[in-house]
T-cell receptor
Framework: AQSVTQLDSQVPVFEEAPVELRCNYS??????LFWYVQYPNQGLQLLLK??????LVKGINGFEAEFNKSQTSFHLRKPSVHISDTAEYFC??????????FGQGTELSVKP | DTEVTQTPKHLVMGMTNKKSLKCEQH?????MYWYKQKAKKPPELMFV???????INESVPSRFSPECPNSSLLNLHLHALQPEDSALYLC?????????????FGPGTRLLVL
């Protein structure tokens, strides 16, 4: 069965510092990978996705992620965070067919 | 335009009430989803409609009844809910074809059951 592990439940960081949110998945077959962001009291917004092709994926708001098949990871990075990036971030994976499997989420807290 | 809309934004209901949540998208997406999200947790899949037919029901109690009247609209009918059903209910949709695994979410309906 597929599973997704987000290795950090909370990540505090200062404004303008770089950040990496870690995500590992378990699957023996090809998967599709996603990162979503959820701001307080809002729905989920798609940040970026890996379906195929280049393993370095660029998303919105300056975020990027790298698909590493050998390490079954899909870590999210941003070189310089802003206060407005404070939110919950979810990594998700699917084999197809409509079932997204989410990680438990990482709360990113950006401090001035 | 990747917008999924949901109404109402907030809903308070008693355990004997009947209410409905509505989700709409006009992007030509042919799959639509209902999720339930409790505080500080990831969304949990409830139902999937593909081409207006129910394709996945994740063993959801019968007090939740989905309906897909057409390709743009998805409803969730609520009846005799319990306080533990209080949560954020999220709708999502995904396009046909090669991008079909990408789900776009609405803003959610925050439900409180008293």
């Amino acid at each position: 069965a597929q599973s997704v592990t987000q290795l950090d439940s909370q990540v505090p960081v200062f404004e303008e510092a770089p950040v990496e949110l870690r995500c590992n998945y378990s699957s023996s077959v090809s998967v599709y990978l996603f990162w979503y962001v959820q701001y307080p009291n809002q729905g989920l917004q798609l940040l970026l996705k890996y379906l195929s092709g280049s393993t370095l994926v660029k998303g919105i708001n300056g975020f990027e992620a790298e698909f590493n098949k050998s390490q079954t990871s899909f870590h999210l990075r941003k070189p310089s965070v802003h206060i407005s990036d404070t939110a919950e971030y979810f990594c998700a994976v699917t084999l197809g067919g409509g079932k997204l499997i989410f990680g438990q989420g990482t709360e990113l807290s950006v401090k001035p | 335009d990747t917008e999924v809309t949901q109404t109402p934004k907030h809903l308070v209901m008693g355990m004997t009430n009947k209410k409905s949540l509505k989700c709409e998208q006009h992007m030509g997406h042919r799959a639509m989803y209902w999720y339930k999200q409790k505080a500080k947790k990831p969304p949990e899949l409830m139902f999937v409609y593909s081409y207006e037919k129910l394709s996945i029901n994740e063993s959801v109690p019968s007090r939740f009844s989905p309906e897909c009247p057409n390709s743009s609209l998805l409803n969730l009918h609520l009846h005799a809910l319990q306080p533990e059903d209080s949560a954020l209910y999220l709708c999502a949709s995904s396009p046909p074809g090669s991008e079909g695994e990408t789900q776009y979410f609405g803003p959610g309906t925050r439900l409180l059951v008293l």
